[in-house]
């Protein structure tokens, strides 16, 4: 066997021949020899022995305390215990100090070696089982890593591991996923499984993963997902395509929203300039009049279009600054009421209404912006209240902060759609919204506008009753308020 011992003892005749006579019979064994504890000590430091052997008594440092810095130093490594004749009481002491075995002086050679083999063995046991604990331990680990979810579900349905991106990826933890069964925390899984191609090995695409939909927590997710079997189950692995679904679904609703929002007001500067162009028809002034102020209405309408995506892109690429003064809510909000009652004036159906408190703190956050998100927000609650009713903005005082609350009476908005008008061209339904146009970006730019200063933007809704916008900010430093003074004096 190929092991490599240590033989310490401060006897040199037996250090010259004990090596020699195990050499005979243990076939490769290297032995390499210390007369002092000292010296073997160091050894021992550099090499890991398969097995030491140490006689007791010796000068200095003596073996049981050799034995109790190699238990120190290397707690798995077996010593044995050479005694003198007769000294039962050091060997029993040496067994209590962890020494694996004892041999008597004078040596009997045949207990000696099969000793020896025997602590060798031993240690080469020890050594294959860390080895495989540390194999096991980095493969968990590697498991704890992989950036797909990699789930084990066993014969009987049950989950049997669950990974960290598995958690990531579906918002389950493990501890709601192991030992349940994959049905539970899986709803529609058996619906889903049987479409799951799963190969009986692992290999180089032999398996093209399948793309299904899961529902979970009321979020759709878009895994595509294989699986290998085993003795002990389905190993899963997948990843989520959710947002790449998302994203292809949100460009196919965009082209179809601005083509539809392009193609109206296209068709009729169109139309109107065609016939503005026809030499059969005398026009009167104002018949030419009112062919142009179409034509100027609709092409202000174009660009409106163009600047909301434009303005979109912008922010989302982070190049837009937002200035930071202190803002006189009440002066604003009355102002942005104003112009809006000019706006809709001809909405006879619609009444605005406006509620400040007698005094505010100033807000910190950029005046011209915030402008724009209550004149989306009015718009909104204008356009969305086909039947008329009241629109009120309320400024009030919140501690911290300053809400303004947009009301309307309109056709209001369904709990599951209130999440999700915030996104990118989104639109509540964009066929039943009774012709009214629009981009979707209306919102999303409020909401990032709103964000940037710092504040939020919420909604409440009941459907058929009316929606309430809320924006709330908080109020300015004190380096802002210096600011709001000294724009008012100015
Ligand atoms: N006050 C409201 N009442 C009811 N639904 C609303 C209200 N405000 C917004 N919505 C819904 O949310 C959707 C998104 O609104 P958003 O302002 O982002 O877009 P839009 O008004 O359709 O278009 P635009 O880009 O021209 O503003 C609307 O299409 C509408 O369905
Ligand atoms: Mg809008």
Same mark, same amino acid.
């Given at each position: 066997?190929?092991?490599?011992?240590?033989?310490?003892?401060?006897?040199?005749?037996?250090?010259? =021949? +004990?090596?020699?006579?195990?050499? +005979?019979?243990?076939?490769?064994?290297?032995?390499?020899?210390?007369?002092?504890?000292?010296?073997?000590?160091?050894?021992?430091?550099?090499?890991?022995?398969?097995?030491?052997?140490?006689?007791?008594?010796?000068?200095?440092?003596?073996?049981?305390?050799?034995? &109790?810095?190699?238990?120190?130093?290397?707690?798995?490594?077996?010593?044995?215990?050479?005694?003198? &004749?007769?000294?039962?009481?050091?060997?029993?002491?040496?067994?209590?100090?962890?020494?694996?075995?004892?041999?008597?002086?004078?040596?009997?050679?045949?207990?000696?070696?099969?000793?020896?083999?025997?602590?060798?063995?031993?240690?080469?046991?020890?050594?294959?089982?860390?080895?495989?604990?540390?194999?096991?331990?980095?493969?968990?680990?590697?498991?704890?890593?992989?950036?797909?979810?990699?789930?084990?579900?066993?014969?009987?349905?049950?989950?049997?591991?669950?990974?960290?991106?598995?958690?990531?990826?579906?918002?389950?933890?493990?501890?709601? =996923?192991?030992?349940?069964?994959?049905?539970?925390?899986?709803?529609?899984?058996?619906?889903?499984?049987?479409?799951?191609?799963?190969?009986?090995?692992?290999?180089?695409?032999?398996?093209?993963?399948?793309?299904?939909?899961?529902?979970?927590?009321?979020?759709?997710?878009?895994?595509?997902?294989?699986?290998?079997?085993?003795?002990?189950?389905?190993?899963?692995?997948?990843?989520?395509?959710?947002?790449?679904?998302?994203?292809?679904?949100?460009?196919?609703?965009?082209? =179809?929203?601005?083509? &539809?929002?392009?193609?109206?007001?296209?068709?009729?500067?169109?139309?109107?300039?065609?016939?503005? +162009?026809?030499?059969?028809?005398?026009?009167?002034?104002?018949?030419?009049?009112?062919?142009?102020?179409?034509?100027?209405?609709?092409?202000?309408?174009?660009?409106?279009?163009?600047?909301?995506?434009?303005?979109?892109?912008?922010?989302?690429?982070?190049?837009?600054?937002?200035?930071?003064?202190?803002?006189?809510?009440?002066?604003?909000?009355?102002?942005?009421?104003?112009?809006?009652?000019?706006?809709?004036?001809?909405?006879?159906?619609?009444?605005?209404?406006?509620?400040?408190?007698?005094?505010?703190?100033?807000?910190?956050?950029?005046?011209?912006?915030?402008?724009?998100?209550?004149?989306?927000?009015?718009?909104?609650?204008?356009?969305?209240?086909?039947?008329?009713?009241?629109?009120?903005?309320?400024?009030?005082?919140?501690?911290?902060?300053?809400?303004?609350?947009?009301?309307?009476?309109?056709?209001?908005?369904?709990?599951?759609?209130?999440?999700?008008?915030?996104?990118?061209?989104?639109?509540?339904?964009?066929?039943?919204?009774?012709?009214?146009?629009?981009?979707?970006?209306?919102?999303?730019?409020?909401?990032?506008?709103?964000?940037?200063?710092?504040?939020?933007?919420?909604?409440?809704?009941?459907?058929?009753?009316?929606?309430?916008?809320?924006?709330?900010?908080?109020?300015?430093?004190?380096?802002?308020?210096?600011?709001?003074?000294?724009?008012?004096?100015?």
């Amino acid at each position: 066997m190929s092991a490599r011992i240590l033989l310490v003892d401060d006897d040199k005749a037996l250090l010259d =021949a +004990l090596p020699e006579a195990l050499q +005979l019979r243990m076939n490769g064994i290297e032995i390499d020899t210390s007369e002092t504890a000292i010296e073997a000590l160091e050894r021992i430091r550099d090499t890991d022995y398969d097995a030491i052997v140490s006689d007791i008594k010796m000068p200095g440092m003596d073996g049981l305390a050799l034995l &109790h810095e190699i238990r120190e130093l290397r707690p798995t490594t077996p010593t044995l215990m050479i005694t003198g &004749h007769g000294e039962r009481d050091l060997a029993v002491q040496a067994l209590r100090g962890g020494a694996y075995d004892f041999v008597q002086k004078p040596i009997d050679r045949d207990y000696f070696v099969a000793s020896l083999e025997r602590a060798i063995q031993l240690r080469r046991l020890d050594r294959e089982v860390e080895q495989q604990r540390l194999a096991l331990e980095r493969h968990a680990r590697v498991l704890e890593h992989v950036d797909d979810g990699v789930f084990l579900i066993d014969d009987g349905g049950v989950i049997r591991h669950w990974n960290p991106a598995a958690h990531a990826i579906t918002g389950v933890p493990a501890d709601q =996923a192991l030992e349940r069964k994959a049905a539970e925390t899986l709803p529609g899984w058996e619906v889903v499984a049987p479409l799951i191609p799963v190969a009986s090995m692992p290999g180089p695409g032999s398996l093209e993963a399948k793309v299904v939909p899961l529902e979970l927590d009321g979020r759709e997710l878009w895994l595509s997902i294989s699986g290998v079997t085993f003795s002990d189950g389905i190993v899963y692995a997948f990843r989520s395509l959710t947002e790449e679904r998302a994203l292809d679904e949100l460009k196919g609703e965009f082209i =179809a929203t601005v083509s &539809h929002e392009l193609r109206t007001p296209l068709a009729a500067i169109y139309g109107s300039a065609q016939t503005l +162009l026809r030499e059969d028809v005398e026009f009167e002034e104002s018949d030419k009049k009112r062919l142009l102020d179409v034509i100027a209405h609709e092409s202000e309408r174009l660009s409106r279009i163009a600047d909301d995506i434009l303005f979109a892109n912008k922010l989302d690429s982070g190049q837009l600054a937002l200035g930071e003064n202190g803002i006189d809510l009440r002066a604003l909000a009355r102002d942005v009421v104003e112009e809006m009652r000019g706006c809709f004036a001809a909405r006879e159906d619609i009444s605005f209404e406006l509620t400040v408190p007698d005094a505010l703190d100033s807000v910190a956050g950029d005046p011209d912006r915030l402008r724009q998100v209550l004149i989306n927000l009015i718009d909104n609650a204008v356009k969305y209240s086909p039947d008329g009713g009241r629109v009120e903005v309320a400024v009030e005082s919140r501690d911290g902060g300053v809400r303004i609350a947009v009301r309307d009476e309109g056709i209001g908005i369904a709990p599951l759609e209130q999440r999700r008008i915030f996104g990118k061209f989104y639109r509540v339904d964009p066929g039943l919204a009774r012709g009214v146009g629009g981009t979707g970006l209306g919102l999303y730019i409020c909401r990032e506008l709103v964000r940037r200063m710092d504040g939020r933007l919420s909604v409440s809704s009941e459907e058929g009753k009316g929606s309430t916008f809320a924006v709330d900010l908080p109020v300015a430093t004190a380096a802002g308020k210096d600011a709001a003074a000294v724009a008012q004096t100015a």
